[in-house]
């Protein structure tokens, strides 16, 4: 009876023991699980740039002067006779245009001006006999005002149709296209024999794109904390990666005097000369001004940056461990490695390899 009772002791013993080993196993996965859960990332400071006496920002080049040149009446394309990439001067002709409409219409204004003419002739000489026929009172005041009044409406039907006339012989004179500054065509959007609508508005289609490269336009953004080292008439000069050993002179030559709010920046323009049609309108560029360079620049790896619709961001884990997504203004690429102006600070923990799932205010665990 005891060796019973004491088997039985045992057994429950056991299994006791056992449910306890799978509660702790249970609490042990549920643990990992939600540890598992959470987004791993390695996160580190962004690294501080030697200071330098050189301001150098990326830049935009723009031709000086950009316009699309459209028809200014109805027709077809006869014939063009400059194409992309052609140097042309202020007037000269660039296509012709087929107007038959505009021509009928002309010769009926014309054909409508004689019959003015006429009419305007003939009330005139009314007028006149009507006038000297009142001197002997052989007709009223009345019907010399009728005719006086009659040759005043001749007139003025005249110079209208004198108007329509010459309105539509400036219409047809549209038909040349002419360039209307000097300097080269980026583009021909039109080919022989294409309907073309005056204007940019509806259906106008553009026929020709004309710039004028020299000099050149360089826009570039200056950060706030460096915009009051920047004025006009300062020398700078650019660099560009297709020309690694040349450096092409510039000067400031206007600011936008205020501070983007969006991005914090001062816009600056930098005239480059362009003589030798070296340079390119819509190249990018490295501007670089002869000032110090106020604060410390911070730069991260290349493959923090996340490329999000509000533009280029980092993301960054705050003390809560918690990201915080930072919209970044960039400067120099160096590969590997971008320049950050502003959106970031030397204290911050930036992700380094930051999955593109990742959220705004999303619970992270880091490693170095």
Request: aromatic letters at 6%.
């Amino acid at each position: 009876m005891v060796a019973a009772l004491v088997a039985v002791v045992g057994l429950f013993a056991a299994g006791a023991l056992s449910i306890k080993a799978r509660a702790k196993e249970q609490v042990a996965l549920s643990s990992e699980t939600a540890r598992l859960a959470v987004t791993t990332v390695s996160a580190g400071y962004p690294q501080p740039e030697p200071r330098s006496n050189e301001l150098e920002l990326p830049g935009s080049v723009q031709a000086y002067t950009e316009s699309p040149i459209y028809a200014r009446t109805n027709g077809y394309l006869l014939h063009w006779y400059k194409d992309i990439g052609a140097a042309v001067q202020k007037g000269e002709l660039l296509a012709d245009l087929d107007t038959p409409e505009v021509d009928q219409e002309l010769s009926q204004a014309q054909a409508a001006r004689q019959q003015m003419v006429a009419a305007e002739g003939l009330a005139r000489t009314s007028a006149d006999r009507w006038r000297e026929l009142r001197r002997t009172d052989s007709v009223s005041q009345q019907e010399l005002d009728q005719r006086t009044s009659d040759y005043a409406q001749a007139q003025a039907n005249l110079a209208a149709a004198d108007a329509n006339v010459r309105r539509l012989q400036q219409l047809e004179s549209f038909k040349h296209v002419y360039a209307p500054f000097a300097g080269v065509l980026t583009r021909r959007n039109v080919d022989i024999g294409a309907l073309v609508n005056a204007g940019n508005g509806g259906s106008g289609k553009e026929l020709f794109n004309l710039a004028l490269i020299d000099p050149l336009r360089v826009y570039v953004s200056i950060p706030e904390s460096d915009a009051p080292s920047i004025r006009a008439g300062m020398r700078a000069w650019i660099a560009l990666a297709e020309f690694p050993a040349s450096r092409f002179s510039g000067t400031v030559v206007r600011t936008a005097n205020a501070i983007d709010q969006n991005t914090r920046t001062l816009l600056t323009e930098v005239d480059v000369p362009n003589k030798a049609g070296r340079l390119l309108p819509g190249a990018y560029a490295q501007v670089h001004f002869d000032v110090p360079v106020n604060g410390s620049r911070l730069s991260v790896p290349s493959s923090a940056m996340l490329f999000r619709s509000e533009g280029p961001s980092v993301a960054v884990v705050g003390p809560d461990n918690r990201v915080q997504m930072r919209h970044i203004l960039i400067g120099r690429d160096f590969g590997t490695s971008l320049e950050i102006l502003q959106g970031v600070r030397a204290n911050d923990r930036v992700v380094q390899n930051p999955p593109d799932a990742l959220e705004n205010g999303q619970a992270v665990r880091v490693v170095p």
